[in-house]
Each structure stands twice: as structure tokens, then as C-alpha cells.
T-cell receptor
Framework: EDQVTQSPEALRLQEGESSSLNCSYTVSGLRGLFWYRQDPGKGPEFLFTLYSAGEEKEKERLKATLTKKESFLHITAPKPEDSATYLCAVQAPIQGAQKLVFGQGTRLTINP | GAVVSQHPSRVICKSGTSVKIECRSLDFQATTMFWYRQFPKQSLMLMATSNEGSKATYEQGVEKDKFLINHASLTLSTLTVTSAHPEDSSFYIC???????????FGPGTRLLVL
């Protein structure tokens, strides 16, 4: 069964304190790994798609990387506005119809 | 680009009534739309997948007669919660992608409260 596990469940950082969020996955034939940001009471906002091990993508203070077993979302010098829940999801052919399997998310809080 | 809207954003209804939620892709044609439910402090759970012009595919445990999904056009899908009960209260979110693209773009969500 395809599984996605995110850690830590919650993370508090001071403004400017860099860190990484982890997404471990078990999937039969990864088709894509997705990172989303979700603010309270809102739908997820797309951040990145990674397709193969070794791939990296960046956007402002965020950088996503991918290995064969996990993905990291690195956040450099975060600001309070980066506070949100970060969701990781995988897509695998066995699921069919482009379905996504989501992890439980990491709630990130950046204190000023 | 890739904007998805939902309406209404919030709805309160009495137990036993039906509620319709609309999901629209504003700047692309959505060949596939997805409906999710999210309970407080939990992740998204896929309810069903719908392709334009065909019947929706429901996930195991989701009652297709209770959660009616219609995907009549390439820009609109609707979810109707029939005979809603308090346990149906949740945050309902739709997503969409265009043909051949894997990335799903999500709507802002609809908060349903059944009294």
C-alpha cells in the first residue's frame, strides 16, 4: 500500500532560523511528488512537483529535493508569513486516475 | 493561471436538507476534478474522482448516493450532499487538472456545518 509520512508533525522556528521538513514515501512506481502549502481555512496552494531522484526545485525561500525514498522541503531564513501547514503528496500509477496520496502535513510556525 | 473557485465558501444547513457545492476551473479546461474532505487538523481524504461527461469514481467507504457528483462541463463540477447530517459537517475541497498534466490545483474550500 502506498504511504506518505511527514515529519515533524509540528515545527516552531524563530524568524531567520533555517530548517527542513521531511516527507518519506513508499510507493510502487512514483509518478510525481507534490508539495503544497495550506493556510488555515483555505485550500492547498501548489508549490512544487518533483519527478525523479536528484531533482531539485526552488521558489523564494523554499527548496524541494527528492531521493528514491524521501523528499525534503528546505526553508531558508523563514519569515512569519511562511507559517502554514505544508503537505506532501505522491502520485502513483497503481492508484489510477492521477490520484494523490497525502501525508498528514507539517504545521510550521515562524515566530517574529 | 490554474485558478479553481468554489461556491459557496461557507454553508450552514439543517439536518435532512441537501446542499450543493460548485467547483469551477476559471482559466483552464479541467478534464478531471477531484473532491476531498478534510476534518480539523487532519489531512485531505479523497472522496471521488470525476471526469467530464462520465460517472464519478468513488473511494472505498464513500456513499455515492449520499455524495452526488456531476461533471457536466470542462469547467464545472458539483458535489451535492443529500440528506445532510451533523457528521457530514466538514471542509470540502475540490481540485482540478487539465488533460495530461499531473498537478492538481485546489479550490479555496467550502465549510459545511449541519445543525
Amino acid at each position: 500500500e502506498d504511504q506518505v509520512t511527514q515529519s515533524p508533525e509540528a515545527l516552531r522556528l524563530q524568524e531567520g532560523e533555517s530548517s527542513s521538513l521531511n516527507c518519506s514515501y513508499t510507493v510502487s512506481g512514483l509518478r510525481g511528488l507534490f508539495w503544497y502549502r495550506q493556510d488555515p481555512g483555505k485550500g492547498p496552494e501548489f508549490l512544487f512537483t518533483l519527478y525523479s531522484a536528484g531533482e531539485e526545485k526552488e521558489k523564494e525561500r523554499l527548496k524541494a529535493t527528492l531521493t528514491k525514498k524521501e523528499s525534503f522541503l528546505h526553508i531558508t531564513a523563514p519569515k512569519p508569513e511562511d507559517s502554514a501547514t505544508y503537505l506532501c503528496a505522491v502520485q502513483a500509477p497503481i492508484q489510477g486516475a492521477q490520484k494523490l496520496v497525502f501525508g498528514q502535513g507539517t504545521r510550521l510556525t515562524i515566530n517574529p | 493561471g490554474a485558478v479553481v473557485s468554489q461556491h459557496p465558501s461557507r454553508v450552514i444547513c439543517k439536518s435532512g436538507t441537501s446542499v450543493k457545492i460548485e467547483c469551477r476551473s476559471l482559466d483552464f479546461q479541467a478534464t478531471t476534478m477531484f473532491w476531498y474532505r478534510q476534518f480539523p487538523k487532519q489531512s485531505l481524504m479523497l472522496m471521488a474522482t470525476s471526469n467530464e461527461g462520465s460517472k464519478a469514481t468513488y473511494e472505498q467507504g464513500v456513499e455515492k448516493d449520499k455524495f452526488l457528483i456531476n461533471h457536466a462541463s470542462l469547467t464545472l463540477s458539483t458535489l451535492t450532499v443529500t440528506s445532510a447530517h451533523p457528521e457530514d459537517s466538514s471542509f470540502y475541497i475540490c481540485s482540478a487538472n487539465s488533460g495530461g498534466a499531473e498537478t492538481q490545483y485546489f479550490g479555496p474550500g467550502t465549510r459545511l456545518l449541519v445543525l
